[in-house]
């Protein structure tokens, strides 16, 4: 069945780096946009931007521009995330979610189980 | 990019209707047609409920209808079951290859 299998939980220190990763299967994963979306304690959910595995191509939300890198590896289907100078207010579960038609920008119609990262000094 | 704009809770009793506003502009729902909404319960991923404003997935029961007009959109969940208890977000396409999400609507069985 198609599936997003996201990497354990992190723990970083105020300005580190994490990289989050998100494993496809059940479908050709070049064929849908992967978009990444968290969602910190107890808030609403916070769209990042997405990546287009067949491309490589990029688009990131303005307020994580120059701190978020989206990445991907085709020959094990697996997209990943960066984001660097991390923050306290960086702490939250971060999704990565499949775009719903082929090669278009539409909805998010599967998600990762969603993966902790807590920034704490 | 402003969050779209939800209620914060909303409520009904099991077997009535109860219907979450969307509101955006008319650069996001007001101008696509690609309003989504998503279920949340609590400790788990979010799950897609409604695409294309109108269009369930496969799976997703005929008690969930989505619908717009002009800047809000909205979802109604008919004969509510306790199963519906959860957080509701909308989401929208809001131009220049960029997406926004609702501030997300408590949805309680009483």
């Known amino acids: 069945q198609v599936q997003l299998v996201q990497s354990g939980a992190e723990v970083k220190k105020p300005g580190a780096s994490v990289k989050v990763s998100c494993k496809a299967s059940?479908?050709?994963?070049?064929?849908?946009?992967i978009h990444w979306v968290r969602q910190a304690p107890g808030q609403g959910l916070e769209w990042m931007g997405w990546?287009?595995?067949?491309?490589?191509?990029?688009n990131y939300a303005q307020k994580f521009q120059g701190r978020v890198t989206m990445s991907r590896d085709t020959s094990i289907s697996t997209a990943y995330m960066d984001l660097s100078r991390l923050r306290s207010d960086d702490t939250a579960v971060y999704y990565c979610?499949?775009?719903?038609?082929?090669?278009?920008?539409?909805?998010?119609?599967?998600w990762g189980q969603g993966t902790t990262v807590t920034v704490s000094s | 990019q402003s969050a779209l704009t939800q209620p914060p809770s909303a409520s009904g009793s099991p077997g009535q209707s109860v219907t979450i506003s969307c509101a955006g502009t008319s650069s996001d729902v007001g101008y696509y047609n690609y309003v989504s909404w998503y279920q949340q319960h609590p400790g788990k991923a979010p799950k897609l409920m409604i695409y294309e404003v109108t269009k369930r997935p496969s799976g997703v029961p005929d008690r969930f209808s989505g619908s717009k007009s002009g800047n809000t959109a909205s979802l109604t969940v008919s004969g509510l079951q306790a199963e519906d208890e959860a957080d509701y977000y909308c989401?929208?396409?809001?131009?220049?290859?960029?997406?926004?999400f609702g501030t997300g609507t408590k949805v309680t069985v009483l």
């Open positions: 979610a499949r775009d719903l038609r082929p090669y278009q920008l539409n909805s998010l119609d599967v």
């Open positions: 990546i287009n595995p067949n491309s490589g191509g990029t």
């Open positions: 989401s929208s396409y809001a131009g220049s290859n960029n997406f926004v």
């Open positions: 059940g479908y050709t994963f070049t064929a849908h946009y």
